[in-house]
Structure formats: structure tokens, C-alpha cells
């Protein structure tokens, strides 16, 4: 495969598909600059003097951590004056984050976890970056929170920035999935995987085992038939990984396979699961989907759920078409049981 740069892929995708309107072109090379600052500053890690806590709490309550602050600003610096886009959307922010009046508005909403897989800052395991690309309504005046509301099938781009032993910035725009490694010396992202596919089996499940004793029937029908390995129902051994950043066991499934589930549990109830939609679920099905994969909530698919706060949460089964299959089939089989007592 030629050794292009994101650049030259993205002009060359515009010029075979014209996918790709030069005003979203810019956006995704503006967003992989920022994803090289981000990598940057986790890279110096102590050196940098930015581990740690920043205590101070976000939307979701959870306690941030320097470097979510500093990804975050670096993704609205970064994004704000080019004339791409209308507003941001952030994890880290309660609300939307309009383009300041001293710009020019785009056509574009960029949602993102700026970093993702906090709890495995202060260790030096994989995080990431994931964000997800909307057009703004048609005809409407202004951006509002609203204009932001829409299901995954909408997104026009998205993709992932893993910052591990690589820094892998990972797209689709709905021509399937190509991966560029950060080159270092050139200070530039190089393609270094395309068309990449999903195997449609597996041995390996993703999942919080600790969380077990809260899982619903057809999650633990389902772990359980794994661990039974050979000698079960599966006729097959199982491995499992648990990296606890979204983006890094996303990034194994998509190189090698895999199921990843983060499924409700009866912790919250009320809660439909831990991972948002807007921008973990959302961005991850249509990669996972467009690398041959599937990503469903248990019952249906992620990219047709309706999006109807900003910060939703989603239970989130994606990877290995087969396996994704037969865990949405136990959750329906279990809901036909339930309705027909
Ligand atoms: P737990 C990271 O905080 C995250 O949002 C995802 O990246 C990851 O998959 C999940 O939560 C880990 O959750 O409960 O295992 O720590």
C-alpha cells in the first residue's frame, strides 16, 4: 500500500467519491493536528506536569483530570477560528460551545471525548480520542442544542485517535475504514491500513467481569456459554480482555475481532448504560459497522436509536458481526419469554 498522508488521502477520496466536500476535509485534517497536540501532551506524561487530578468535576460528575481539561482545550482552539464549523460538543462541557461571533460559521457540529479512558491517564495504558462529525440542520438560524439532537446514521465523518505504543488516527466518512500512524519525524499521520475489516467470528469478549453479578440474563447466558469454553455450548475456548479505555479495545476488535459489550445493569435502572451516544457510541458503531461489524444496544442498532439529550447513555454490544448477532438474539429471546408469562 502506498505510504500517503492524510491529506493525500482525503483529496484522493474526494476526487474518487466526492465524499468528501473540502469543508469537511479541512475539519478532519484540523482535528488530526489537534489529535497530534493531545498525543504530545500525553506523551510528556510526569514530564509535562499535567498527570493528575484537576479537581474539578464534569457533566457527568466524574472528577477530571488535567488532561482531559487540556485535550479539550486543545480540540476547541484548534477548531474554532477555520469557518468549518457551527459548534462543538464535548464530554467535558455541560452544553454546546458555540463558534465564537469573531469567526466565520460553518456547515459542521464536531462532537468528542477529548480523551477518553481517563482512569488510565496516571498509569501509561492506551487512551484516546474519539469524535464524530453531524452537518447542521438545513435552513436553521443560529445552533442550539437541538441541532446537535440526531441519530448516528447521520454522521458525516468519525473516528478515534489511540494514543498507545502508536498514535493511530482511525476515520470512515462511509467509504469504509483506514488507519494512519503518527510519523514522528515528519509530524504527520501516514495511511498505513484501509478497507479494514471486522472478522465476522471470534474467541475474544471485552467486558467488565467485576460487574457480572448485576448483568441481565442474556448478558450472562452469553459470557457464561464463553467461559464454558470447549466443553459448552460454544464448542470453542474464549480469551478476554478488559483495557477500560473504549477507544484501545475498540482499536484490538477492528485489527483482530472481537465483541465489546458495556451492557445496562441493575446498578442504575434507570440508567441505560454507562458509554454515551453522541460521542462514544455513535462514532465507534459506524466504524465497527463500516469495517463489516455490527453494534447494537442489545435489542437495536446503535446508529437508529434517537438521540435526545446531548450526554445520553447507551448500552453498548459492537464488534464481531456473529457474536453481536447471538447476544442481540438472547436479548430478544428473553424479551419473548418475559412478555409471553
Ligand atoms: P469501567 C472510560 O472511562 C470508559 O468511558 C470507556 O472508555 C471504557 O470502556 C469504560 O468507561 C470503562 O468502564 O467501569 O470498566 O471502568
Same mark, same amino acid.
Given at each position: 500500500?502506498?505510504?500517503?498522508?492524510?491529506?493525500?488521502?482525503?483529496?484522493?477520496?474526494?476526487?474518487? #467519491? *466526492?465524499?468528501?466536500?473540502?469543508?469537511?476535509?479541512?475539519?478532519?485534517?484540523?482535528?488530526?493536528?489537534?489529535?497530534?497536540?493531545?498525543?504530545?501532551?500525553?506523551?510528556?506524561? *510526569?514530564?509535562?506536569?499535567?498527570?493528575?487530578?484537576?479537581?474539578?468535576?464534569?457533566?457527568?460528575?466524574?472528577?477530571?483530570?488535567?488532561?482531559?481539561?487540556?485535550?479539550?482545550?486543545?480540540?476547541?482552539?484548534?477548531?474554532?477560528?477555520?469557518?468549518?464549523?457551527?459548534?462543538?460538543?464535548?464530554?467535558?462541557?455541560?452544553?454546546?460551545?458555540?463558534?465564537?461571533?469573531?469567526?466565520?460559521?460553518?456547515?459542521?457540529?464536531?462532537?468528542?471525548?477529548?480523551?477518553?479512558?481517563?482512569? #488510565?491517564?496516571?498509569?501509561?495504558?492506551?487512551?484516546?480520542?474519539?469524535?464524530?462529525?453531524?452537518?447542521?440542520?438545513?435552513?436553521?438560524?443560529?445552533?442550539?442544542?437541538?441541532?446537535?439532537?440526531?441519530?448516528?446514521?447521520?454522521?458525516?465523518?468519525?473516528?478515534?485517535?489511540?494514543?498507545?505504543?502508536?498514535?493511530?488516527?482511525?476515520?470512515?466518512?462511509?467509504?469504509?475504514?483506514?488507519?494512519?500512524?503518527?510519523?514522528?519525524?515528519?509530524?504527520?499521520?501516514?495511511?498505513?491500513?484501509?478497507?479494514?475489516?471486522?472478522?465476522?467470528?471470534?474467541?475474544?469478549?471485552?467486558?467488565?467481569?467485576?460487574?457480572?453479578?448485576?448483568?441481565?440474563?442474556?448478558?450472562?447466558?452469553?459470557?457464561?456459554?464463553?467461559?464454558?469454553?470447549?466443553?459448552?455450548?460454544?464448542?470453542?475456548?474464549?480469551?478476554?480482555?478488559?483495557?477500560?479505555?473504549?477507544?484501545?479495545?475498540?482499536?484490538?476488535?477492528?485489527?483482530?475481532?472481537?465483541?465489546?459489550?458495556?451492557?445496562?445493569?441493575?446498578?442504575?435502572?434507570?440508567?441505560?448504560?454507562?458509554?454515551?451516544?453522541?460521542?462514544?457510541?455513535?462514532?465507534?458503531?459506524?466504524?465497527?459497522?463500516?469495517?463489516?461489524?455490527?453494534?447494537?444496544?442489545?435489542?437495536?442498532?446503535?446508529?437508529?436509536?434517537?438521540?435526545?439529550?446531548?450526554?445520553?447513555?447507551?448500552?453498548?454490544?459492537?464488534?464481531?458481526?456473529?457474536?453481536?448477532?447471538?447476544?442481540?438474539?438472547?436479548?430478544?429471546?428473553?424479551?419473548?419469554?418475559?412478555?409471553?408469562?
Amino acid at each position: 500500500m502506498k505510504r500517503i498522508s492524510l491529506t493525500r488521502y482525503l483529496v484522493e477520496q474526494q476526487r474518487a #467519491n *466526492d465524499s468528501i466536500p473540502s469543508q469537511l476535509r479541512l475539519l478532519l485534517e484540523v482535528v488530526a493536528r489537534a489529535c497530534k497536540s493531545i498525543s504530545q501532551a500525553v506523551n510528556k506524561g *510526569d514530564l509535562g506536569g499535567v498527570l493528575g487530578v484537576a479537581h474539578t468535576e464534569n457533566v457527568q460528575g466524574e472528577v477530571q483530570k488535567q488532561l482531559d481539561i487540556i485535550a479539550n482545550e486543545v480540540l476547541i482552539e484548534a477548531n474554532e477560528w477555520g469557518g468549518h464549523l457551527a459548534a462543538m460538543a464535548s464530554e467535558e462541557m455541560d452544553t454546546i460551545h458555540i463558534v465564537p461571533n469573531r469567526y466565520p460559521q460553518g456547515e459542521y457540529l464536531l462532537l468528542f471525548d477529548p480523551l477518553d479512558g481517563s482512569s #488510565n491517564i496516571d498509569v501509561n495504558v492506551s487512551i484516546g480520542t474519539i469524535f464524530s462529525v453531524l452537518k447542521k440542520p438545513e435552513g436553521s438560524r443560529g445552533v442550539t442544542e437541538e441541532d446537535f439532537l440526531q441519530s448516528g446514521a447521520q454522521q458525516v465523518a468519525a473516528g478515534y485517535c489511540v494514543y498507545g505504543p502508536q498514535t493511530t488516527l482511525v476515520l470512515t466518512v462511509g467509504q469504509g475504514v483506514a488507519m494512519f500512524t503518527l510519523d514522528r519525524e515528519q509530524g504527520s499521520f501516514v495511511l498505513t491500513k484501509e478497507h479494514v475489516q471486522v472478522p465476522p467470528d471470534t474467541k475474544e469478549f471485552a467486558i467488565n467481569m467485576s460487574n457480572m453479578r448485576h448483568w441481565d440474563a442474556p448478558v450472562k447466558r452469553y459470557v457464561d456459554e464463553c467461559l464454558a469454553g470447549k466443553e459448552g455450548p460454544r464448542g470453542k475456548d474464549f480469551n478476554m480482555r478488559w483495557i477500560a479505555s473504549m477507544v484501545a479495545d475498540v482499536h484490538r476488535i477492528l485489527t483482530r475481532g472481537g465483541i465489546f459489550m458495556y451492557p445496562w445493569d441493575k446498578r442504575e435502572p434507570n440508567k441505560p448504560g454507562k458509554l454515551r451516544l453522541m460521542y462514544e457510541a455513535n462514532p465507534m458503531s459506524w466504524l465497527i459497522e463500516q469495517a463489516g461489524g455490527a453494534a447494537t444496544n442489545g435489542h437495536e442498532r446503535i446508529l437508529d436509536i434517537p438521540a435526545t439529550q446531548l450526554h445520553q447513555r447507551v448500552s453498548v454490544v459492537l464488534g464481531s458481526k456473529n457474536e453481536v448477532e447471538r447476544v442481540t438474539q438472547y436479548h430478544q429471546e428473553a424479551r419473548a419469554n418475559s412478555s409471553s408469562h
